[in-house]
């Protein structure tokens, strides 16, 4: 390790230096030209910056991850095959179906690594903030076009997000009826209808609203 102390005035080009070099006791006086010694500095500098590392994780955002705020994140999923179960009360069956399940976007509102409720919607086309938004078309969905999240996992692991959501819409639908599209109202034919037949948007309750309406400021 080098200690170095230098001195600099106005009346000279040269800079005095006295330095400790090497675990040496006693103190070496040198004059050097100003470029110099502006090389020096440089170098200690990027030696410095060579050896930094970061303290901290980075963390690669989902892709699904279209908006971010430290209480909220908004996510997009678009159309896809999945996976639902549903606990009939009138048979106490647990019953499992490979759906077309619909465009949808939610706000995940979360507190000290828990998702505290949701907000969900669905879409036909993407459109950035003019997106125009449905009702969400699933037999979870309460007023105020909140998800009834229940008795579901609501932790939220390495700071996955989109992982927790993922586990509340697994967690099995138990409402029979719902309200939330046109043409359908029992969760069990509704989710027939879908393993077999693609999403029918044409039947989705617009909302009047875009999704730069539901963004918080």
């Not at 600099?8 to 006791?25: L, Y």
């Not at 971010?68 to 996510?75: F, G, K, L, R, S």
């Amino acid at each position: 390790m080098t200690e170095l102390i230098a001195r600099i005035t106005s009346e000279s080009n040269a800079v005095e230096i006295a330095f400790k070099d090497h675990g040496r006791n006693e103190l070496v006086f040198k004059k050097i030209e100003t470029q110099e010694f502006c090389k020096i500095i440089r170098k200690s500098f990027e030696r410095k910056a060579e050896k930094y590392v970061p303290t901290k994780n980075i963390i690669l955002l989902n892709p699904q991850i279209i908006a971010i705020d430290e209480h909220y994140t908004v996510i997009k999923q678009e159309e896809k095959k999945r996976i639902v179960n549903y606990a009939e009360s009138s048979s106490g069956n647990m019953l499992v179906y490979n759906i077309n399940f619909p465009n949808a976007i939610y706000i995940v509102y979360f507190s000290h690594e828990k998702v505290g409720s949701i907000e969900c919607y669905s879409y036909k086309e993407y459109k950035a903030e003019e997106t125009e938004l449905y009702e969400y078309p699933m037999p979870n969905e309460l007023s105020g076009n909140k998800m009834c999240i229940g008795n579901a996992e609501r932790k939220i692991i390495d700071k996955d997000i989109v992982g927790a959501l993922e586990r509340i819409i697994f967690t099995p639908y138990s409402h029979s009826t719902f309200s939330g599209m046109n043409g359908f109202s029992i969760t069990k034919t509704y989710f027939e209808y879908l393993e077999s037949n693609e999403f029918p948007y044409k039947l989705m309750k617009p909302l009047n609203k875009k999704l730069k309406d539901v963004l918080k400021g």
